[in-house]
């Protein structure tokens, strides 16, 4: 399992509530990723399931090999997977 540094600011964290998702279910989806894919933006983007079922996409820029920045994450509605 890879290991990244996160960086976490009050927007961010805002960012993910209004999609209510933690920055803990981000990390956790980013931590257990076998595949990095890329946004229809281009940035940085992985999908995966918490512990607790949660289906997420997560979005975020790479700082460098072991720095990210979280940009948003939220739960795809049938067809956005």
């Keep these: 399992m890879p290991w990244f540094d996160f960086f ?3 927007q961010n ?5 209004v999609n209510h998702v933690t920055a803990e279910e981000f990390e ?7 595949r990095f894919e890329f946004s229809r933006s281009g940035r940085d983007m ?4 918490t512990a607790a ?11 460098d090999e072991v720095s990210i920045m979280p940009i948003t994450a939220f739960e795809p509605t049938k067809g956005q997977e």
């Design 8 to 10: 976490w600011y009050d």
């Design 13 to 17: 964290i805002a960012h993910l509530a």
């Design 46 to 49: 992985v999908q995966g399931t």
């Design 53 to 63: 079922g949660r289906y997420l996409v997560c979005i975020f820029d790479r700082i």
């Design 28 to 34: 956790e989806v980013v931590m257990k990723a076998r």
